[in-house]
């Protein structure tokens, strides 16, 4: 067993949808499964909350803390106390509005944990059966070092699911290619890819 | 799944998160992983 995937969960509707794909991720990595909830008041008042998630689990040894505190404060505690490898969170996205009304703990988990977030979409009928179905992992670049980051590691990931990387830049008009085949070559030397694809090439 | 970088804002950061790295978690219909500019660096 490796490093640990920690799976925030609430008590809305989307939270098995939450677990369920942290459960799948942790055993697709042979990594360890840790489940936190967060509550406003005393830890005794998420009791209910772990019977069911170790009920969905089928494990009532598994581990589920439930901590106190401001949510996205008190899980960020939690990335760092478990030196997380993946944190998983659910989207909670509302349609054409979901930009604006995407969850703020989510929000704030992405733009600031130190590890990878894993955001779970709430809205459309993303299934973990279906994981094995999609079978690739997608990553967007642009220029940025960040992003050259993302795509190293997007390949590790895509090789310990035994899925297949792609690669996306995407540019608003043609004109602008010319660059992005800089940074495509860039990307080859980091990746050991082979040549990237160009459309209509 | 989806891999998406964020570059940090400064204080911001949380309000500010990237405009396709947003979309993408509210409206993917596949789970999206997001690397924030720790993660990322951690990662490299």
New interface residues.
Partial sequence: MGATVLCAVDDSGAAGRVLD?ACWLADALHERLVVVHVVPGSARDGDDLVASVRARLGDEQAEVRVVSGSP?EAVRDTVDEEDAA?LVVG?R???SL??A??G?V???L????????????SV???AVAD?AA?A?????VDG???????????D??AKRLG?RLVVVHARQNVRAMASGVVGQARLRRCLSLSPIARPGG | ????????LGGL?????G??????????????????????????
């Fill in positions: 794909t996205a993946f989207s996205g509302q349609g979901g930009a009304v995407l703020s989510s929000r704030a992405a733009a600031e944990a130190r590890c990878p977030v894993v955001v779970v979409p459309e009928p993303w994981g999609y690739s992992v997608v990553c967007g940025s070092d960040e992003a050259v980051a993302g795509a190293v590691f997007a590790r990931l899925w | 799944m989806i891999v998406i970088t964020t570059r940090g950061r949380a309000a500010l998160l405009s396709v790295a947003a979309e993408l978690m509210a409206a993917a219909s596949r789970p999206v992983v997001v690397l924030s500019e720790a993660a990322a660096a951690d990662a490299a």
